[in-house]
């Protein structure tokens, strides 16, 4: 049973700056996507970064260059550096996966209901 747990949430001024971390159990494929995806409040859930299990990954416009994502294999977590973080960035954070994709990470992105697994999110809120 694949299990992943969203933390490292929480509530920052403009400008500032989170980590999100999602830690993956009971996951032992080798070809994967895994990706961060966020809903806010009265909109539709979006891609943000996904990473391919070979290492490339994608990003949405509205956070290239402000958000990082990475993983460490050792710790089976995967994480998503935010940096510059903006109001419009407020939302419930997902990570997600999907197992042996038959396309890349940038159909995924697009693309949220096709992941296999969900986390239960963790909740960003950035004040202006």
């Known amino acids: 049973q694949v299990q992943l747990v969203e933390s490292g949430g929480g509530s920052v001024q403009s400008g500032g700056s989170l980590r999100l971390s999602c830690a993956a159990t009971g996951y032992t494929y080798s070809r994967y996507s895994m990706g961060w995806f966020r809903q806010a409040p009265g909109k539709e859930r979006e891609g943000v970064a996904v990473?391919?299990?070979?290492?490339?990954?994608y990003y949405a416009d509205s956070v290239k260059g402000r958000f990082t994502i990475s993983q460490d294999n050792s710790k089976n977590t995967l994480y998503l550096q935010m940096n510059s973080l903006e109001p419009e960035d407020t939302a419930m954070y997902y990570c997600?996966?999907?197992?042996?994709?038959?396309?890349?990470?940038?159909?995924?992105?697009?693309?949220?209901?096709?992941?296999?697994?969900w986390g239960k999110g963790t909740l960003v809120t950035i004040s202006s």
């Open positions: 990473l391919d299990h070979d290492g490339r990954t």
């Open positions: 997600a996966v999907k197992n042996n994709p038959g396309l890349r990470g940038a159909y995924y992105i697009k693309n949220p209901d096709r992941m296999d697994y």
